[in-house]
């Protein structure tokens, strides 16, 4: 079993339950206005005029209130999926040799966070968990979910992340090491067509994968080496 260091994000958590304060906020509001407009005032809806002014004034409100509570319980569940997707693959990485270790929720000078970065003979790889389902392809330079373009280039987030790790590591200890850039979709319900060739240098795999691909490259690291980056990482640690 590997050795883990950290914590799940607390960003994906924090996030997760302040959006689903505020859809509850704009759920009570449109409660309250639907309240206010048919049992308040019930007797002008009676007649057409009444019913006329009521939804004039109601209609817009009861949409807008409508319209944010569904964006902010989307993004919630966004969130939730998220964290759920890297639960799904701490427990898979868990089950990586002893000489390995794993590091989650990591920080490099406040540039956003890193899911999970794994460390071993076969080198190092940051991981960029997605929770995503569907089918995930590859056209003009970018990953496509069931062919339509993905919300964000996450080729370039995974780039952005493994350039991090290695500038930090080249600064803290005076020398070059490759990292690997690895996406990972933790969704059953996601097929990845591309197996273990990368997608513009970067590894874009389904969970059951991940550990085959991490076993499957050379072993370039000495017990000494992994040791030294090792406690670099530690420091990353949020």
Do not use: C
Request: aromatic share 14%; net charge neutral; no cysteine.
């Amino acid at each position: 079993m590997a050795r883990t260091y950290g914590k799940p994000s607390r960003f994906l958590w924090f996030n997760y339950k302040l959006s689903k304060i505020i859809a509850t906020i704009y759920l009570l509001i449109l409660g309250a206005v639907l309240y206010f407009l048919f049992i308040e005032h019930f007797n002008y809806l009676r007649s057409v005029a009444g019913l006329i002014a009521v939804l004039i004034v109601g209609l817009p409100l009861i949409l807008v209130n409508l319209f944010f509570y569904n964006k902010f319980n989307r993004e919630a569940n966004d969130y939730y999926h998220g964290r759920k997707g890297e639960g799904a693959i701490w427990y898979e990485l868990m089950e990586l040799p002893n000489d390995y270790h794993v590091f989650q929720d990591l920080i490099i000078d406040g540039r956003g966070n890193i899911d999970f970065v794994v460390l071993g003979p076969t080198g190092l790889f940051t991981i960029e968990v997605k929770s995503h389902t569907g089918d995930v392809g590859y056209k003009n330079g970018e990953l496509t979910l069931n062919n339509q373009p993905a919300e964000k280039d996450f080729l370039n987030q995974a780039m952005a992340e493994t350039l991090n790790t290695h500038d930090y590591l080249k600064q803290k200890l005076n020398e070059d090491i490759f990292v690997n850039p690895v996406i990972v979709f933790s969704n059953p319900q996601a097929h990845v067509h591309f197996m273990l060739e990368p997608v513009r240098n970067v590894f874009v795999v389904q969970k059951r994968f991940l550990r085959k691909l991490i076993l499957s490259r050379p072993r370039i690291l000495s017990f000494d080496r992994i040791t030294l980056i090792e406690n670099e990482l530690k420091n990353l640690v949020n």
